[in-house]
């Protein structure tokens, strides 16, 4: 998987001739150089080696230089332009490996690996922004001011005031929830007539929205996601809910007087990953992975997978309680389907009823044990167990994770452990906001120091 092909060089080229096409050479090229005489001297080596380090984040070598320069002493011998040459410069740099991939040369005594001040701005950049540095970052790079803690949390902050910070949390989000699912799903007609792309779309915007709410708008501690009384719903999303529609369009709504709502695990984005049947095991095990970071098996090979349906007098919490009940299956099932206890009362596509499609009442009471500890937690309501995730330590130390490990590019193991421990005490100290956890990570040795790649 990480070998590049003839057909993956060639879609590279390809895609860098359009990307060029569409760029104002003369007027990108003015950016690093005011001449625009089409030279083979040192005037044409400074343009090239301004123009790469931008375009490359960092520094050329003196091989480099002479690489891309030669690319203008090839094309003025055939009598082209420089509008040409700086083009096929352009085209050249972008599908480079040092563009495609963040390449780091890391130098140290084995126990920690330094990164220089070019490859700490685009660790900075791509974490908080996912995508290159500007150009403040770089001139920080450039006058050796990173490799300081202090100059360091002034840039973060700088950054997190960027719009730029915002897109990049709405793709932990997107990632983290699996929104872009939503664009896929198919439920059975018959049973969900109202069901639509539209409808799906709508669910997808109010995470995003609910989301920026709370960790933007509001700077709440990222816990507050599982019992933040507030959404952002369509008239049509709105309806599906059960809610008055305000408006035609997406509005914000109080859900503190509304039964059973609130948090993103009572939003349709999420309660659809239990499918048509509105699954406990599907549910369960999105929280049990997603929030509280536990671990079970797969089942064997050997075992019928397929959601048993809900039919009179037997609800999908009566088929899991039949499960757990098996000794060969409680083992398993125990740990994380109790978890949907408390979400019966949300179909398959997420709409709120007090009984199913047959009549059966349904519940919303239940029990929840967190990994690692001795005793069970009861609730009543679904309210109170969104109460109980977002007071949990365990899930504030899962939200670490799950962030750490999107701003690192790669998984995490036990090796980073004691850096995601200090990371985790340091966030939650300042808040536990989305800002704070941020910052957190990159000032973490796993960002400024580290004997792990990080990936891109």
């Known amino acids: 998987n990480l070998n590049v092909d003839l057909k993956h060089i060639e879609t590279y080229a390809h895609l860098a001739e359009q990307i060029v ?6 007027k990108f090229a003015a950016r690093f150089s005011k001449s625009r005489k089409l030279s083979t001297d040192d005037t044409m080596r400074d343009f090239v080696a301004n123009m790469g380090a931008w375009i490359l984040r960092g520094p050329l070598d003196e091989r480099e230089i002479s690489i891309y320069s030669g690319i203008a002493t090839t094309i003025a011998s055939t009598g082209g332009s420089y509008d040409e040459a700086v083009g096929l410069i352009l085209e050249a740099m972008i599908q480079s490996p040092r563009f495609i991939y963040r390449i780091e040369h890391q130098r140290g005594d084995g126990s920690a690996w330094p990164v220089n001040d070019y490859e700490m701005a685009s660790r900075m950049s791509y974490i908080l922004w996912g995508t290159s540095p500007d150009q403040p970052l770089m001139q920080a790079a450039k006058d050796g001011r990173l490799q300081d803690a202090t100059n360091v949390a002034v840039q973060v902050k700088r950054m997190l005031e960027n719009p730029l910070a915002k897109k990049q949390s709405a793709r932990f989000i997107t990632e983290w929830l699996d929104l872009d699912r939503l664009a896929n799903l198919r439920p059975n ?34 816990s507050d996601l599982f019992n933040a009384q507030v959404t952002f719903a369509s008239p049509r999303l709105a309806s599906h809910y059960g809610l008055k529609p305000t408006g035609n369009k997406l509005a914000r709504y109080n859900l503190a007087a ?25 549910r369960g095990l999105f929280v049990f992975h997603n929030l509280l970071r536990g671990v079970v098996k797969d089942p064997p090979p050997c075992v019928d997978t397929t959601p048993v349906p809900s039919k009179i007098g037997l609800t999908q ?21 109790p978890l949907a206890f408390g979400l019966e009362k949300f179909n398959g596509m997420g709409a709120y009823h007090n ?5 059966n009442r349904l519940r919303e009471d239940g029990e929840i044990l967190f990994p690692g ?45 004691r850096h995601i421990r200090t990371i985790h005490n340091t966030a939650w100290k300042n808040g536990g906001t989305y800002g704070s956890l941020i910052t957190a990570i990159v000032m973490s040795d796993l960002v400024l120091n580290t004997q792990t790649e990080i990936h891109e």
């Open 355 to 359: 009984a199913d499609e047959h009549g």
């Open 189 to 222: 007609a018959k049973k969900f007539p109202h069901w639509n792309a539209a409808l799906a779309a709508d669910m997808r915007t109010e995470t995003l929205a609910f989301f920026r709410e709370v960790t933007w708008k509001q700077k709440r501690p990222l």
């Open 258 to 282: 509304v039964p059973g709502r609130g948090g993103l695990l009572t939003q349709g984005s999420v309660l659809t990953v239990g499918g048509d049947e509105a699954s406990m095991v599907a």
């Open 317 to 337: 919490r009566a088929i899991a309680e039949q499960r757990i009940a098996n000794t060969k299956c409680a083992g398993c099932h125990s740990k994380f389907e």
């Open 373 to 417: 500890s001795a005793k069970s937690i009861t609730y009543r309501t679904s309210a109170e167990l969104m109460d109980h995730l977002a007071g949990s330590e365990r899930v504030r130390e899962t939200l670490t994770w799950k962030v750490s490990q999107f701003c690192l590019g790669r998984p995490l193991t036990s090796h980073d452990s």
């Open 21 to 26: 096409q569409k760029v104002d050479v003369a």
